[in-house]
């Protein structure tokens, strides 16, 4: 406990001298999916300290570049952070996707490839599982990959790709065997986006943005150097994954969008009289309702997550926390316009009508959409629970 102690005191002592000022405003992470490539400024000065102290991936083994610690290090470390206002140096699917699956079923030689890139900031990973008729059928994907000897030659399309614009590297499902039943002839590869076989079409969402692509592939190469698990159980180092991504969703869900305000405050604020006092019971009982949900949802994490062996993702129980946790989270955007009325539905760019806290809100209401979809849909979560948590005979 003594060195617990230590290691707070010298942590704080190390953020106040190494966070610059400027993104102690950013508790939560809010910049934390930027790559290196869209940063400048301070932003790519803290992610450069945080690389060479190995604090980008704080608990990864020192000779990938992380940063060593205990798991009780990394949650004091994540707390410090927290009250001190200070954003994850990096977040995203590198970190918390791919780069787990990799420690946890990837050879040596894979590790020390491709850790480096993450720990470091420098390599950016995208996601090609979801194809247009596989999706919450994730088995029925039919991008095919030919074994040519020492490296597979891929043909085929990936749908709602985010960030494929800006990845470096894909991680990607591909059938190495269409003779078998479906989960038994997949497999986990990855390559370069740099490979001349692949291009992208963006796709266009309800916000304007354009975070997905879809992605082409045509002959494109993946060494077998590059193949995690072995020839056609891809499956079983695919739901791996799944299950470090929808942890990730259900806990880390809640993204505030730079929003600073809190239910109870925007209450106070579009509800209450002029000293902030609400009247109307069924609000009440409303803010009250989430903020006993929030907490006994956040005591079940620690609790399943305790449970666990230390510092290691749960196995189904992800999808009880990516479900509760995102259905949560939609709730509470749908809660903050529905408090703010009018306000709450401000439009990104009206600048003159709208504070940063309500175009922020609208921007929550319509992200938080997806994230009942996003890792697979709330119902296919509930399908595994029923199967593989309660025991459920299957239809
Ligand atoms: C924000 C976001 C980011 C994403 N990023 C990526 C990414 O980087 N890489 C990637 O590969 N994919 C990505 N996806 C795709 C995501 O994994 C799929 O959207 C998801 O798996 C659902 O598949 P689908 O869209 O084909 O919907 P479908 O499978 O067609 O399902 C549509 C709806 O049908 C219903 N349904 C489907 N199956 C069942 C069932 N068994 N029981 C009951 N109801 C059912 C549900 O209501 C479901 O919402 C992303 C999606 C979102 C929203």
Redesign the pocket.
């Given at each position: 406990m003594a060195n617990l102690e230590t290691f707070k005191s010298e942590a704080t002592a190390w953020l106040e001298e190494n966070c610059p000022a400027s993104m102690r405003k950013h508790g939560g992470g809010a910049d934390a999916e930027f790559t290196r490539k869209k940063r400048s400024g301070d932003s790519l000065l803290w992610l450069d300290r945080c690389a060479e102290k190995g604090w980008i991936a704080p608990s990864w083994p020192t000779e990938y570049g992380g940063g060593g610690l205990s798991t009780e290090e990394h949650v004091a470390l994540v707390g410090i952070m927290k009250k001190m206002n200070i954003p994850a140096p990096l977040g995203g699917m590198s970190l918390t996707m791919i780069g787990p699956t990799l420690l946890e079923l990837g050879t040596e030689e894979q590790k020390k490839e491709h850790l480096p890139g993450i720990t470091s900031g420098n390599v950016h990973w995208?996601?090609?599982?979801?194809e247009p008729n596989a999706?919450?059928?994730l088995a029925n994907l039919q991008t095919k990959a030919e074994d040519k000897g020492d490296h597979f030659i891929i043909n085929g399309s990936?749908i709602?790709?985010?960030g494929a614009m800006h990845a470096d590297w894909m991680f990607c499902l591909v059938r190495t065997d269409p003779n078998v039943q479906k989960q038994k002839g997949i497999s986990f590869v990855l390559f370069p986006m740099t490979d001349p076989g692949v291009s992208l079409s963006p796709i266009k969402l309800i916000s304007g943005q354009s975070p997905?692509c879809q992605v082409f592939f045509d002959n494109v190469r993946a060494e077998k150097s590059n193949l995690i698990g072995k020839v056609n159980e891809g499956w079983t180092v695919g739901k791996r994954l799944l299950q470090h991504e929808r942890s990730s969703i259900g806990g880390g869900g809640s993204s505030r969008f730079g929003i600073s305000m809190t239910l109870n405050d925007a209450a106070k604020k579009y509800r209450g009289d002029e000293n902030g006092k609400i009247d109307d019971p069924l609000l009440k009982l409303e803010l009250t309702r989430q903020d006993i949900d929030t907490q006994a949802f956040a005591l079940t994490t620690k609790r399943i997550t305790d449970e666990t062996m230390s510092g290691v993702t749960p196995g189904f129980a992800t999808s009880m926390l990516k479900y509760y946790g995102s259905e949560l989270t939609k709730d509470s955007a749908e809660m903050m316009v529905s408090i703010m009325g009018p306000q709450g539905l401000g439009r990104d760019d009206d600048r003159d009508n709208f504070s940063d806290d309500e175009r922020g809100s609208t921007r929550a209401w319509l992200f938080t959409k997806?994230l009942t979809?996003?890792?697979?849909?709330s119902?296919?979560q509930l399908?595994i629970i029923s199967k593989r948590i309660l025991e459920l005979p299957t239809g």
């Open positions: 995208c996601q090609g599982y979801s999706g919450s059928d990936k709602w790709t985010s997905f997806a979809i996003a890792g697979g849909c119902e296919v399908d």
